[in-house]
């Protein structure tokens, strides 16, 4: 069968959306569609078709999905609770074969992630929801975004980039795997160009399963190494602290149960998958989708001088 020709995303302007969606139409093959509410600030993409409902209205999404062959989803952190469910019920309804659901960093297979991390709960609630619903799923399986971890401030990565300080987790040597958000789109857009199904890469090879991609697979003592050569710091420039992961884990989670969920989530989340058991290196016990895809060997140093325009520009991750 040849390859999917209609997508529909939703949250084609947001940070991972916006990626996927570039990519998307940079191949030609689809005709791509952003499913929007009325009162979203979604640019205007040369080829980018917009269709407009009513989250509050289950019965909008169904018109807008119907003749959509694969959907992406990608929701905000504000989104309501229930609002995954409905998507994928409606998709079901209108017909949709495929669906992406909103599950994008650590790793579907891994127990350890499904049970002991915060998003691993969130994973399997999306997971779940599949349940009764005559669809295909394929979960990208990228790690942490690398621009997103590193240009938020200490508790995501350790690093606070502005202020030249930092935190190892341990010695700060356990490497895990991470993909910019570019990457990520290109490996949705590759996957998409593949046939449905047939010889194999296909479509088909991944059906109900993870797809595994990365762009670099680095410890923090790697990121630092890159942010001196970009920014022509020396070791001795930076503030450099260490927490042992177990007891950061566990602050972390103490500050959730507080109600400081803004300083809780996120200590936790990072410091579970920087275990020295390897729970944060998926790459090294499942394998990566990169060549199969095609994807291109990124640059570390390029990443990180993005990270610091980010950074410079005052970004912020909320």
């Known amino acids: 069968m040849a390859h999917i020709e209609k997508v529909a995303i939703i949250g084609a302007g947001g940070r991972i959306g916006s990626a996927f969606t570039r990519e998307i139409l940079r191949t030609g093959k689809h005709a791509v569609t952003a499913i929007t509410h009325k009162d979203s600030k979604t640019a205007s993409i040369p080829g980018l078709k917009v269709a407009v409902v009513d989250y509050d209205d289950d019965a909008s999404l169904i018109p807008a999905l119907t003749g959509q062959q694969f959907l992406i989803i990608t929701l905000s952190m504000n989104a309501p609770g229930d609002l995954h469910a409905r998507i994928l019920k409606a998709a079901g309804e209108a017909g949709v ?10 790793d579907i297979q891994n127990k350890a992630v499904m049970e002991e991390t915060l998003n691993g709960k969130s994973y399997k609630a999306r997971l779940a929801e599949f349940e009764g619903v005559n669809v295909s799923r394929v979960v990208l399986v990228c790690g942490f975004w690398y621009e997103f971890g590193l240009a938020s401030k200490e508790p995501f990565f ?7 300080s930092l935190t190892f987790y341990d010695d700060g040597n356990t490497k895990i795997d991470v993909s910019t958000w570019d990457q990520c789109g290109r490996a949705v857009a590759a996957f998409l160009s593949l046939p449905v199904d047939g010889p194999s890469p296909c479509m088909a090879d991944w059906k109900n399963k993870p797809l595994y991609i990365n762009s670099f697979k680095v410890s923090q003592r790697d990121m630092l190494d890159s942010l001196n050569r ?14 042992v992961t177990e007891v950061r884990f566990k602050r972390g989670l103490a500050e959730l149960q507080s109600g400081n969920a803004m300083l ?16 944060g290196d998926f790459g090294s016990r499942w394998g990566l989708s990169d060549r199969l895809l095609g994807l291109p060997q990124e640059s570390l140093d390029d990443a990180t001088k993005k990270v610091v325009e980010m950074v410079k520009n005052g970004w912020t991750p909320f």
Request: net charge negative.
């Open 158 to 164: 350790g690093f606070d980039v502005a202020d030249r």
């Open 230 to 243: 970009v920014l022509e710091t020396t070791d001795s420039d930076w503030t450099i602290d260490s927490e």
């Open 264 to 279: 809780g989530f996120p200590t936790a989340s990072y410091a579970r998958i920087f275990y020295p058991d390897g729970v």
């Open 97 to 106: 074969s495929w669906v992406m659901p909103n599950i994008y960093g650590g």
